[in-house]
């Protein structure tokens, strides 16, 4: 007969009573269903409170006492402000750039597609208009460097140690970013350490413009994560241009330094104390496929600060198949069920080379100690009423000696600030060839139709046979009804923090990123779990936030065509009600649309047609030597091209923060720039036009392809031309010209961008292209626990 997990009190603090279902507390598997994009994806009793002699925890504000959106934490500050990574971002969209084939294909294993080149040693891969912060680059080795960083207007030359002598650079043992004071450990990584890739994670803010460029093309890859903000929202600092004399703040390297230690203090500690921690702890054996009910806070409302499990090393590996389940306030269904080991990082609990750290990441780790294994998670976890935590014994195997702690504090913001914790677990045994893996829709889940939070992260089993070649498949994101990605990445390594599929499988664990387990491709696997190659990536100042929908997508193989079995964790923060509000849509070329929004555009040209697609992976792939698969048919749509104005109607929420304004275009005309004006609009009478900012989309579907074989080989010129000509784009209006208005008058006025694709090249007709326009209000979301 096992032992039950009979809570004992925390060390060093009151005993805190939990409860028990049974004579044992309560151990889970789960799967979530996995849903393939199309045009428009299908949907996918209280305990009673704790000892009066326990004071009280402060009440939540209720909701609707708060009624702005929370502030948001800008540069270093969003490392600093960790334990609120919870919190909602209104006023701020996400996107991953990168040096993706534009075709669909895996060219040059997705390197060196150049938006346009001014120069042969000035190569550009990313180009936007800000106000906004670049939170993370990637580059594979020092391929590309010198790098350019043109921060509104001023180009900053960054570099890596190899770019010296490329030719050589594999024999150096330690590289680092250049200048080394503005890019320190560790919120910067290189190959030697990460196993094939340059990491960046300076935060690099802007004010008005940023582009980068590369003086090299040779493997020029690289993925870029930035966001963009309402300028006036409300934010925890303002944005100050970037310069290569700006350092990092000492105290958010000493927090990324302290990844894989105890994040949170104790709460007999003076920090403790402060912080009004408490803690609950339980010991006792899990039974195979048992389900066990570890605890059930209610002291409420509270932030769950730290999790941690402490297993014997001799059952690790049966332990990590277990499965973990948390519901936050009694709600239907669980937000948390997922696999232990890949709950933590990591696709299984075999130890290979007896390290210390499988996992050594900032807010999870797994530590190989003396006799036992310790997992702790220091994800935020916020609840309103109470929090169960159970385990499911994997079918075949029970544990032993289960030691778990939790700690906790009060939660002060209000609902409609805060998102719950999910860890939504997907498996994938047999990929749909040519379809994208589905790892995450968050329309329907837990019977909710829309939520709004952010996308912070993900852990993933890539390969159950140590087949590398799933790596090439790349990321793709899509958010709030977007039909083109807002991020497009260019393999699974390299969004996992590794190059050169981590040199042929070697394990590598950081702070935000990991590949922590699998046996490297020329040795012998020690075992069946040895073959289980997985990787882990943390978004924490690059999160993504979403304001009603959030599709997660990775491709499996460079074209959908891979075989293997995939597990995937996706981590997120989500509250159950909208942030963003579709309130209006203009069809452009519809004679009926154009007139109820009154459309006018007087240099526009007359409607034309487009066939085309939207950029959403292979357009086929071959199902048989001779059979061909379309995935991806053709689509016909109207679009309207204009040198001059447009103007039109959209209809608004009254209460709204900020409009976000979405465009269908078509991207085969470059450089798509228009200065943007509002006036407020009622009884048919338009008020002052005042600037919003200005809308601009770089590059085009035609784009300059540039990898010569040798290290410094000459500039190509090779001009690469995509099918995918339907895009989607998006503009934040400021909240200070949309906040109490329910119509708005839109004015866009055309800015020529005359641009060669690279020097020489014949300029190339220039418009701003108009198909639809979508618009968006942002809200605090309504909800109650």
């Known amino acids: ?29 789960a799967v979530t269903a996995s849903i393939v994009l199309g045009t428009e994806p299908p949907l996918p ?40 990574w919870y919190l909602q971002r209104i006023g701020v969209r996400a996107y991953m750039r990168s040096t993706y084939d534009r075709t669909g294909g895996n060219k040059g294993a997705d390197s060196s597609h150049f938006l346009y080149q001014t120069a042969d040693d000035f190569n550009v891969t990313l180009d936007v208009l800000g106000p906004g912060v670049l939170y993370f680059a990637r580059y594979n080795h020092w391929h590309g460097s ?42 910067t990584w290189t190959w030697p350490v990460t196993q094939g890739a340059d990491l960046m994670w300076v935060p ?31 934010l925890s600092q303002p944005i100050r241009s970037w310069t290569s004399d700006d350092a990092p703040a ?22 403790g104390q402060k912080l009004e921690l408490r803690a609950a702890t339980g010991q006792g054996d899990l039974p195979a496929g048992q389900t ?5 806070l209610t002291q409420a409302p509270s932030v769950l600060r730290a999790l941690e499990f402490f297993v014997p090393r001799t059952q690790a590996r049966a332990f990590g198949r277990a499965t973990l389940r948390i519901t936050w306030d009694n709600r239907a269904q669980p937000s948390v069920e997922a696999p232990l080991a890949l709950f933590f990082g990591a696709g299984t609990l075999y130890n290979r080379n007896a390290a210390e750290y499988l996992v050594r990441g900032f807010p999870m780790f797994i530590r190989f100690e003396a006799e036992q294994v310790r997992l702790s998670c220091f994800f935020p976890m916020p609840f309103y009423k109470s929090a169960r935590i159970e385990l499911v014994g994997a079918p075949t195997e029970g544990v032993s000696n289960i030691r778990w702690r939790v700690r906790f504090m009060p939660l002060r913001e209000p609902p409609s600030h805060v998102g719950y914790f999910h860890a939504t677990f997907s498996d994938h045994p047999t990929p749909e060839l040519g379809h994208d893996l589905l790892l995450l829709d968050t329309r329907g889940a837990e019977g909710v139709p829309e939520w709004s939070g952010s996308f912070v992260g993900m852990s993933w089993i890539f390969t159950h046979r140590g087949e590398l070649s799933t790596l090439e498949g790349d990321p793709r994101f899509f958010f709030d009804d977007s039909q083109t990605p807002q991020a497009q990445g260019t393999g699974t390594e390299e969004w996992g923090g590794g190059g050169d599929y981590w040199k042929g499988g070697q394990t590598s664990t950081l702070p935000l990123a990991g590949h922590p387990c699998g046996a490297p491709r020329n040795e012998k696997p020690k075992s069946d779990d040895d073959l289980i190659h997985s990787a882990y990536r943390f978004l924490l100042a690059d999160l993504f936030p979403f304001g009603r929908r959030a599709i997660i997508r990775l491709e499996h193989g460079g074209q959908n065509e891979s075989t293997e079995h995939y597990q995937a964790v996706v981590y997120w923060y989500g509250a159950p009600a909208p942030a963003l509000i579709p309130t209006d849509s203009l069809k452009i070329g519809d004679p009926q649309s154009e007139t109820s929004h ?23 792939v071959r199902k048989e030597p001779r059979k061909v698969l379309v995935v991806y048919p053709e689509q016909t749509d109207t679009a309207r091209k204009t040198r001059g104005t447009s103007e039109f109607s959209i209809q608004l929420r009254p209460d709204n923060w900020g409009v976000l304004l979405r465009r269908k275009l078509d991207y085969a005309y470059p450089h798509q720039r228009a200065d943007v004006y509002v006036a407020e609009e009622s009884d048919g009478q338009v008020g002052e036009f005042q600037k919003a900012g200005t809308w601009y989309l770089a590059g085009s579907s035609t784009c300059v392809y540039s990898r010569p074989p040798e290290e410094l080989g000459q500039t190509q010129h090779i001009v690469v031309t995509s099918n995918r000509r339907f895009r989607e784009d998006e503009f934040i209006i400021p909240a200070a010209l949309t906040r109490g208005r329910s119509r708005l008058r839109v004015r866009l006025q055309f800015v020529p961008v005359e641009r060669p694709l690279f020097p020489g090249y014949p300029l190339t007709e220039t418009a701003w292209t108009e198909i639809a326009y979508t618009a968006y209000c942002w809200v605090l979301p309504e909800w109650k626990p």
């Open 1 to 29: 007969m096992s032992q039950s997990l009979s809570p004992v009190p925390a060390p060093g603090i009151n005993r805190l009573t939990t409860r028990v279902a049974g004579s044992v507390l309560s151990f889970l598997l």
């Open 45 to 84: 009793k209280a305990e009673p409170p704790l000892p009066k002699a326990e004071p009280p925890l402060p009440k939540a504000e209720p909701p609707g006492k708060k009624t702005e959106p929370p502030v948001i934490p800008v540069g270093l500050d969003a490392y600093r402000q960790w334990d609120r």
């Open 146 to 187: 010198p790098w350019h960083y043109e921060v509104d207007g001023r180009d900053f030359i960054v570099q890596e140690t190899g770019t010296a002598d490329p030719v050589h650079a594999r024999k150096l043992t330690r590289t680092v970013f250049l200048p080394e004071k503005a890019f320190p450990h560790p919120l």
């Open 204 to 234: 690099i803010p802007f004010e008005r413009s940023f582009r980068m460029a590369y003086g090299r093309t040779h493997y020029g890859t690289g993925y870029y994560i930035y966001h963009l903000f309402d300028p006036s929202a409300k």
């Open 250 to 271: 000492s105290d958010v390297l000493e927090l990324l330094r302290r990844s894989g230690t105890d994040l949170i203090p104790e709460p007999d500690s003076p920090d």
């Open 292 to 296: 066990q009910k570890l605890v059930e």
């Open 598 to 620: 009154r459309y006018v555009s007087p240099q526009a040209s007359a409607p034309y047609t487009i066939t085309s697609r939207y950029e959403w992976g292979p357009d086929e």
